[in-house]
């Protein structure tokens, strides 16, 4: 169910967070403006699932100390995003928080929407790296899967590596992980 918005003035978190869940909407807020986009597609929640697996069982295999989320309130410096997964220190999340704190937030993986291309592949990325957010991951559906990886370098993310469709790519950062991005959305 959506919800009616009642708002005068300037966004602030603490206003954002206080909005009711909806399952319909993802409310996000850059600067002082209120985003709203709507809950993604099949194709967007298959594959964001599938990879939230893969990055969980990658992170059990080497004991790291982390928790992979979706959909979960960031806060950054410059306002409050909901990322498509959050690789995030496991003691950020020991008190079931309402957001995660960007100090704490390890890798961020957008998947690309058709109605928010700009936000993920631009916008976002920006705050991500004004954030130091150290890794940063960006799936690509079209024309076919395709996961770029980043690194945080000089306060601005550097490519390096792009996992094509039909092909085990192997990363080791986070953690290390082989992923063909082909099998992510596939049904």
């Known amino acids: ?9 300037p966004w602030t978190v603490a206003d954002v967070l206080a909005l009711p869940e909806d399952r319909n909407t993802r409310y996000e807020l850059l600067g002082e403006s209120l985003v709203m986009s709507p809950a993604p597609g099949v ?12 990055l969980d069982a990658a ?7 982390v928790e ?7 806060v950054l410096p410059s306002g409050l995003v909901v990322p498509d997964l ?3 220190d ?4 020991a008190d079931d928080p309402v957001s995660v704190d ?12 058709p109605g928010n291309s700009t936000m993920d592949r631009k916008v976002k990325p920006m ?52 992923i063909d991005p082909a099998d992510l959305s596939r049904q």
Do not use: C, K
């Open 1 to 9: 169910m959506s919800v009616a918005i009642d708002h005068t003035g």
């Open 43 to 54: 194709r967007h929640q298959r594959a964001s699932f599938r990879l939230h697996v893969a």
């Open 59 to 65: 992170a059990r295999a080497v004991g790291a100390p």
């Open 68 to 74: 992979i989320l979706e959909g979960v309130n960031v």
């Open 86 to 88: 959050v690789v995030a």
């Open 90 to 93: 496991i003691g950020a999340t």
């Open 102 to 113: 960007m100090d704490a937030v390890q890798l961020v993986v957008e998947l690309v929407s």
């Open 127 to 178: 705050l991500y790296a004004e954030a130091a957010v150290p890794h940063f991951w960006r799936l690509e559906f079209d024309p076919a899967p395709m996961l770029v990886v980043y690194v945080l370098q000089d306060g601005r993310y550097v490519e390096r590596t792009t996992a094509l469709a039909g092909t085990t790519s192997h990363l080791d950062a986070p953690f290390p992980l082989a």
